[in-house]
């Protein structure tokens, strides 16, 4: 079993920037592929990203493709989220989650979210 721990949300005006970060205990974090998602008022949970287990591989929504990057930090159990040229379309509650299978459709473990919201 692993746990996730979101940080790094706020409240940043279009065009801005924000970092989120996800802490993982629990099991060796290696073993798991990384994911980001989001979700919006009255919307539903939407992809936003995922790297694989070392993180040699990257999946991105095409919304967010060329404006948000993930990685990881194994030997630390974090993975991140660099977000720059916020819009307020990415205004959402923004949660990591880890799976042992890579791009999954299914994710087993998630963190609780961490709000972004971005001004116009």
């Known amino acids: 079993q692993v746990q996730l721990v979101e940080s790094g949300g706020g409240l940043v005006q279009a065009g801005g920037s924000l970092r989120l970060s996800c802490a993982a205990s629990?099991?060796?974090?290696?073993?798991?592929?990384m994911g980001w998602f989001r979700q919006a008022p009255g919307k539903e949970r939407e992809f936003v990203a995922a790297?694989?287990?070392?993180?040699?591989?990257?999946e991105y929504a095409a919304s967010v493709k060329g404006r948000f990057t993930i990685s990881r930090d194994n030997p630390n159990d974090m993975v991140y989220l660099q977000m720059i040229s916020l819009k307020p379309e990415d205004t959402a509650v923004y949660y990591c989650?880890?799976?042992?299978?890579?791009?999954?459709?299914?994710?087993?473990?998630w963190g609780q979210g961490t709000q972004v919201t971005v001004s116009s």
């Open positions: 989650a880890a799976d042992s299978t890579w791009l999954t459709t299914q994710y087993q473990y």
């Open positions: 629990g099991r060796t974090f290696s073993s798991y592929a």
């Open positions: 790297i694989s287990h070392r993180g040699g591989s990257t």
